[in-house]
T-cell receptor, first 112, second 115 residues
Framework: SQQGEEDPQALSIQEGENATMNCSYK?????LQWYRQNSGRGLVHLIL?????REKHSGRLRVTLDTSKKSSSLLITASRAADTASYFC????????????FGKGTKLSVIP | EPEVTQTPSHQVTQMGQEVILRCVPI?????FYWYRQILGQKVEFLVS????????KSEIFDDQFSVERPDGSNFTLKIRSTKLEDSAMYFC?????????????FGDGTRLSIL
């Protein structure tokens, strides 16, 4: 498996603004997943984008994937205080590897 | 929405004692996982389990650790002789198919404190 590296490590924005987080990885992937972790809670799956997809939407979330640059971004539009959490990307090589490997994440603070 | 449940939420154990952490995965899921997160650090993979056997395990998952699916609903992680460095949040997860190709659904974790 491989680990994604999220950037920035911390992000603080006002409610209503958009938040963009980036992820870079090193080797080829089958798909890439984004997860959220609220303080003291488990990880919540947000979105999965496959290697043959370039963009995917889910509600206020937009994820892009650029396999040539080995990078992905997560955009949260019209942020809310409830979006305050840590966000992680998990690149998955696919068949034969079951584990998800998480980086340090981006800690997002949305100020009401 | 179905969810993964873990018990207890907090476990305090003396060093050297055995501890069993319990998980009830989502009922129609077939793949089960344990992860841990030491305070302030990354979430780390421990083990995956499918068809009543370990599919993959990390270097952390040494002989002190074992997993079991004792019945049709529970999935347990046992640490035989706990060490201070085993103090962490332990997360159980499940997925409907291979974790690399489908989302993994996580419980809220068990906080294990070793004294």
């Amino acid at each position: 498996s491989q680990q994604g590296e999220e950037d920035p490590q911390a992000l603080s924005i006002q409610e209503g603004e958009n938040a963009t987080m980036n992820c870079s990885y090193k080797t080829s992937i089958n798909n890439l997943q984004w997860y959220r972790q609220n303080s003291g809670r488990g990880l919540v799956h947000l979105i999965l984008i496959r290697s043959n997809e370039r963009e995917k939407h889910s509600g206020r979330l937009r994820v892009t994937l650029d396999t040539s640059k080995k990078s992905s971004s997560l955009l949260i539009t019209a942020s809310r205080a409830a979006d305050t959490a840590s966000y992680f990307c998990a690149p998955s090589p696919g068949a034969g590897s079951y584990q998800l490997t998480f980086g340090k994440g981006t800690k997002l603070s949305v100020i009401p | 929405e179905p969810e993964v449940t873990q018990t207890p939420s907090h476990q305090v154990t003396q060093m050297g004692q055995e501890v069993i952490l319990r998980c009830v995965p989502i009922s129609n899921h077939l793949y089960f996982y344990w992860y841990r997160q030491i305070l302030g650090q990354k979430v780390e993979f421990l083990v995956s389990f499918y068809n009543n056997e370990i599919s993959e395990k990390s270097e952390i998952f040494d002989d002190q650790f074992s997993v079991e699916r004792p019945d049709g609903s529970n999935f347990t992680l046992k640490i035989r002789s706990t060490k201070l460095e085993d103090s962490a949040m332990y997360f159980c997860a499940s997925s409907s198919s291979l974790g690399g190709n489908q989302p993994q659904h996580f419980g809220d974790g068990t906080r294990l404190s070793i004294l």
